[in-house]
């Protein structure tokens, strides 16, 4: 069979992107794509995989060009993508990626690198100075963070006098501009003064909302697709129809793709969508993908189809998350969150519960903690997202509710195990998860300690279906 192809580079490159994973390719560049068509431009990108080669090895043989295919009705719809200009892996040749990122026909760099790739710290807001790979890229010119990329390249075109890139943070992160606007400064700082004057000057870190659902592309979702495209695609991405993105409207010289064209939102002040999708979409994508891996669910999809976990959410959106929020420009939340059950409901969209569960120490805090937090602080308290966190340490505790081992993902995994080995008692275990300061704040440990030592104790004996019920039961009654 023919691999997917096209004879040469369609478009020019404006963006470089970081961390060219399936949702940057399920939703950025669809966007881009769609603006250049309708706008045109020189908007084609260039992608970089800050750690494995896998991406670029598979779409190399297809010129860059792969499918999207939207997970919908009875078929795949597939498209083809191609505007990816090239991809390049950072630890192969870092130099090429500065190369790239310095040259003043690049406008916009663009990350999803997680949020771990952030390198930044919880107890003190910035930049983390102990992290191993900003130690890395303080002693030696070529980078291998983002971070460190980021800085390296805007001071050679400084030196250069060109103008920066504008810097585009698409994770999911509160205020992610400002958080890889502080990340970048601090590490400039420490690299040269006049450089993090300059771009404090010059640059522009615009805050993004982002939002499509994208399941990791699986060996049938490749034989899929092929079937459907009669020809070969190692690389395609499976993504849900809905796709939103809202862009704070700051960009160097106001250049951009025009994104508005193809649905973007420009706007001036992201936060409240911010907070909206975090709290309620990644808030309640967590709690489902603790509590319903314990429960053994597999998808998202498998545990909103049960009736206690389905009004478990509402629960946690009508009773403990809207509460907290006000709602962006137009948008109804009650609205909101109906959509969101039928996005979670789509069973052609197999979001693994195991893959959301990834990362916790990362997520838990802007996603949980921030709304427990608020509710705290308002004397209301929050029993089903007290639930999520008590059934997160029971899950990195890491085994489950048959006795079966669970693969821990999460940067500190290793520091997990070792406490679960050095701690006995249950009580012991949760005091010490609460002493974890890269997740919990002094104060928000001092809160959680009494209802999370409860709740994870009675999560031991009854297990996390029970737990979701009674939940439910106890706002009902
Ligand atoms: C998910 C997100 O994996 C996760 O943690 O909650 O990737 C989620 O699917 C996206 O943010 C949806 O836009």
Known sequence: ?????????????????????????????????????????????????????????????????????????????????????????????????????????????????????????????????????????????????????????????????????????????????????????????????????????????????????????????????????????????????????????????????????????MVNDVHPFELMKLRMLNGTHSALAYLGFLAGFETIADTVADDDFKAFTKVLWTEEIIPTLTAPPGISLAEYAADLMLRYENPKVRHLTAQIAMDGSQKLPQRILGTIDYRFSHNADSPGLILTVAAWMRYVHGIDETGNAIDVRDPLADKFAVMAKSTVEPEDWVASMLNVREVFSERIAEVLFEPVMTTYLKLLQQGAHKMVREVVQAYRS
């Open 1 to 265: 069979m023919k691999y997917i192809s096209r004879q040469s580079p369609k478009y020019r490159a404006g963006i470089v992107h970081l961390g060219l994973g399936a949702f940057s390719r399920a939703h950025i560049a669809l966007y881009t794509e769609d603006a250049v068509r309708n706008s045109g431009g020189d908007w084609g990108v260039i992608g970089v995989s800050l750690r494995s080669p896998n991406v670029r090895d598979a779409l190399v043989n297809q010129q860059f060009v792969y499918t999207a295919a939207q997970l919908d009705s009875e078929q795949f719809e597939c498209r083809q993508v191609e505007v990816i200009s090239d991809v390049l892996v950072a630890p192969e040749n870092p130099t090429a990626v500065l190369r790239q990122m310095a040259n003043p026909d690049i406008k916009i760099v663009s990350l999803t690198v997680t949020e771990k790739g952030y390198c930044f710290s919880r107890l003190t807001g910035g930049l983390d100075l102990q992290h191993p790979d900003i130690q890395h890229d303080l002693a030696n010119p070529l980078p291998v963070s983002a971070p460190g990329f980021l800085v390296r390249a805007l001071e050679a075109r400084m030196r250069a006098g060109h103008l920066p890139f504008t810097v585009l943070s698409c994770d999911n992160l509160p205020e992610n501009g400002n958080t890889i606007k502080r990340v970048v400064l601090a590490l400039a700082e420490q690299v040269d003064k006049d450089l993090m004057l300059w771009i404090k000057e010059n640059g522009c870190f615009p805050s993004t909302m982002v939002d499509r659902i994208t399941p990791a592309t699986t060996q049938n979702d490749r034989q899929l697709v092929e079937s459907l495209i009669k020809m070969k695609d190692v690389a395609p991405v499976v993504h849900e129809p809905f796709t939103q993105w809202v862009i704070e409207n700051s960009f160097v010289a106001n250049e951009h793709p025009d994104w508005a064209s193809a649905g973007a939102q």
